[in-house]
């Protein structure tokens, strides 16, 4: 199985943080640039947060300051810290590859944000 498994997610406050996670592979994990992943209902997948294996990290500008991504190569787990959460912040989010190995995507975690 290659599919990831992400985990974390819930409902969270406007302002509230919340701590996501990814279990993968490491066919798909060791040596690679990962990525968080975030569909929100009635739009496409944009990536949010990307790592190299040595963790250089890069932010989308929607939440630059706010989120960490974050991974532990040892234990092929990827992390994604979101704190000061917008509204826009909703949705689900996976990980995956930078690009996206396209039958790696797996469940996603859903994010839902409440005011």
């Known amino acids: 199985q290659i599919q990831p498994v992400e985990s974390g997610g819930g409902l969270v406050q406007v302002g509230g943080a919340l701590g996501l996670s990814c279990k993968a592979s490491?066919?798909?994990?060791?040596?690679?640039?990962m990525g968080w992943y975030r569909q929100a209902p009635g739009k496409s997948r944009e990536v949010v947060a990307t790592i190299t294996w040595h963790s250089y990290t890069n932010y989308a500008d929607s939440v630059k300051g706010r989120f960490t991504i974050s991974r532990d190569n040892a234990k092929n787990t990827l992390f994604l810290q979101m704190n000061s959460v917008k509204y826009e912040d909703a949705g689900v989010y996976y990980c995956?590859?930078?690009?996206?190995?396209?039958?790696?995507w797996g469940q996603g975690t859903q994010v839902t944000v409440s005011t």
């Open positions: 490491r066919n798909i994990f060791s040596g690679s640039t």
């Open positions: 995956n590859t930078v690009p996206p190995n396209r039958p790696a």
